[in-house]
């Protein structure tokens, strides 16, 4: 490193956004880095072990490298840029959100909601198991864990443009790097003292933005996690709103998330209304693209349904619905998301009563169903919805 930023005592925040973060670097660039530096060969992996498993948020706190390391380290210009939880929302049920700042300004939304929302029930993973154990345990028995599932953003708005969603009203501003995506975890895990290993952590890419527009960063971020922080795959599921090509690459990865495929409609024509990207890639070639998926033992792909009233949420509906996914030949579960209603959106929630005939009539006709539980609705917990309302 030649030039490097130099310190300002009036503006140390734009300091800061000038710093490079070593976080979300994986070893191979820390080790080309550390070699400018002609320090031991061991030290890359010190510093990536004290930035991913011990979750350090500064270079003092890496005791473990010489004082002097660090603060040639420092003086190169270089930082952990670990994103900073900028506003905490706590709501009466426990679920918290942050608007999260990224080294630009820029802000996303993460979610951290005790005891899950029931998304994983019924797809065969761990998260499913430790979900029934939790609702069958007695008020008296206290599991000698700690369940959580935090809600990360891949993107600064989203280009998609789905109608009912407040993401789509902000357009897509940029996307998140790797260290960002993976940040917003490690940060909400600091905030929580959360300890890998003990603590039950599951994570779902749901939160604002497309991943699969971000498909590098948004992979890179998964490998930080598992291999770094240690949080295994198998505990993260990636909603989608089908985007083809990356289905497609995403069924050739060795080391993936479960999938979750917002299909939101039975068929086209009411997908098209809601999703504008429909008459993109149809709702056939999505399946077979997720045909290709080499599920694990017991693995179901979720298939997230929004439901709309009066829009998507008919018997009929279900009926059609049940057809689509009991003919496609996946291993499939459907979540049932009652629709979070958003200023400006021209929809309408459905009534409890369809809510719940929509679900008896999928699961009549043999398609698992369930209702994802709302979490944090005091606290605009819908996707965009808090972003969009400060702003
Ligand atoms: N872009 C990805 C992931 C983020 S959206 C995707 O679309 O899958 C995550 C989920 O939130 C999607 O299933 C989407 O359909 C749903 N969603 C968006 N806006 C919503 C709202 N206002 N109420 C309820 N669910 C919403
Ligand atoms: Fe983007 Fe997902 Fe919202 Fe659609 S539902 S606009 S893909 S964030």
Same mark, same amino acid.
């Given at each position: 490193?030649?030039?490097?930023?130099?310190?300002?005592?009036?503006?140390?925040?734009?300091?800061?956004?000038?710093?490079?973060?070593?976080?979300?670097?994986?070893?191979?660039?820390?080790?080309?880095?550390?070699?400018?530096?002609?320090?031991?060969?061991?030290?890359?992996?010190?510093?990536?072990?004290? *930035?991913?498993?011990? !979750?350090?948020? =500064?270079?003092? $706190? #890496?005791?473990?490298?010489?004082?002097? /390391?660090? @603060? %040639?380290?420092?003086?190169?210009?270089?930082?952990?840029?670990?994103?900073?939880?900028?506003?905490?929302?706590?709501?009466?049920?426990?679920?918290?959100?942050?608007?999260?700042?990224?080294?630009?300004?820029?802000?996303?939304?993460?979610?951290?909601?005790?005891?899950?929302?029931?998304?994983?029930?019924?797809?065969?993973?761990?998260?499913?198991?430790?979900?029934?154990?939790?609702?069958?345990?007695?008020?008296?028995?206290?599991?000698?864990?700690?369940?959580?599932?935090?809600?990360?953003?891949?993107?600064?708005?989203?280009?998609?443009?789905?109608?009912?969603?407040?993401?789509?009203? *902000?357009?897509?501003? !940029?996307?998140? =790097?790797?260290? $960002? #995506?993976?940040?917003?975890?490690?940060? /909400?895990? @600091? %905030?929580?003292?959360?300890?890998?290993?003990?603590?039950?952590?599951?994570?779902?890419?749901?939160?604002?933005?497309?991943?699969?527009?971000?498909?590098?960063?948004?992979?890179?971020?998964?490998?930080?996690?598992?291999?770094?922080?240690?949080?295994?795959?198998?505990?993260?599921?990636?909603?989608?709103?089908?985007?083809?090509?990356?289905?497609?690459?995403?069924?050739?990865?060795?080391?993936?998330?479960?999938?979750?495929?917002?299909?939101?409609?039975?068929?086209?024509?009411?997908?098209?209304?809601?999703?504008?990207?429909?008459?993109?890639?149809?709702?056939?070639?999505?399946?077979?693209?997720?045909?290709?998926?080499?599920?694990?033992?017991? $693995?179901?792909?979720?298939?997230?349904?929004?439901?709309?009233?009066?829009?998507?949420?008919?018997?009929?509906?279900?009926?059609?619905?049940?057809?689509?996914?009991?003919?496609?030949?996946?291993?499939?579960?459907?979540?049932?998301?009652?629709?979070?209603?958003?200023?400006?959106?021209?929809?309408?929630?459905?009534?409890?009563?369809?809510?719940?005939?929509?679900?008896?009539?999928?699961?009549?006709?043999?398609?698992?169903?369930?209702?994802?539980?709302?979490?944090?609705?005091?606290?605009?917990?819908?996707?965009?919805?808090?972003?969009?309302?400060?702003?």
């Amino acid at each position: 490193m030649t030039s490097f930023p130099q310190f300002d005592q009036n503006s140390p925040a734009i300091v800061e956004n000038t710093m490079m973060p070593l976080f979300g670097v994986e070893l191979q660039q820390l080790e080309e880095i550390i070699k400018s530096f002609t320090l031991e060969s061991y030290r890359p992996r010190q510093i990536w072990h004290a *930035l991913y498993k011990k !979750r350090v948020s =500064t270079l003092e $706190e #890496i005791t473990s490298l010489p004082l002097s /390391v660090r @603060n %040639r380290l420092t003086a190169a210009g270089y930082s952990i840029g670990l994103p900073k939880i900028a506003q905490t929302f706590k709501s009466s049920d426990g679920t918290e959100r942050y608007l999260i700042a990224c080294g630009d300004g820029e802000t996303v939304e993460t979610v951290w909601m005790p005891n899950g929302d029931d998304g994983e029930m019924g797809d065969g993973s761990d998260a499913d198991s430790e979900e029934a154990a939790a609702q069958s345990a007695t008020l008296s028995e206290t599991l000698p864990y700690r369940r959580a599932t935090i809600c990360v953003s891949s993107q600064v708005g989203c280009a998609v443009n789905c109608h009912f969603c407040l993401t789509a009203k *902000l357009g897509v501003r !940029r996307n998140l =790097t790797a260290g $960002e #995506i993976a940040g917003q975890v490690v940060a /909400v895990l @600091n %905030r929580h003292q959360a300890r890998i290993g003990r603590d039950r952590i599951n994570l779902v890419f749901m939160g604002m933005g497309e991943p699969f527009l971000n498909y590098d960063n948004f992979m890179a971020a998964v490998h930080l996690l598992v291999e770094g922080v240690g949080i295994p795959e198998s505990r993260m599921t990636v909603s989608t709103s089908g985007i083809l090509p990356g289905i497609e690459r995403f069924a050739m990865e060795k080391l993936r998330p479960k999938l979750a495929l917002s299909l939101n409609a039975p068929n086209d024509t009411i997908r098209e209304a809601m999703m504008p990207i429909t008459r993109k890639w149809k709702i056939a070639d999505l399946l077979a693209a997720m045909r290709a998926i080499p599920l694990r033992p017991r $693995e179901r792909v979720t298939f997230e349904y929004v439901l709309l009233g009066g829009v998507n949420d008919r018997r009929e509906d279900a009926r059609e619905l049940a057809t689509l996914l009991r003919g496609s030949d996946l291993q499939a579960k459907v979540n049932l998301i009652v629709w979070n209603p958003g200023p400006e959106i021209p929809y309408r929630m459905p009534t409890p009563e369809d809510v719940a005939a929509f679900q008896k009539q999928l699961i009549a006709s043999g398609v698992p169903a369930f209702l994802r539980r709302p979490r944090g609705r005091d606290i605009y917990a819908a996707c965009g919805q808090l972003k969009r309302t400060l702003e």
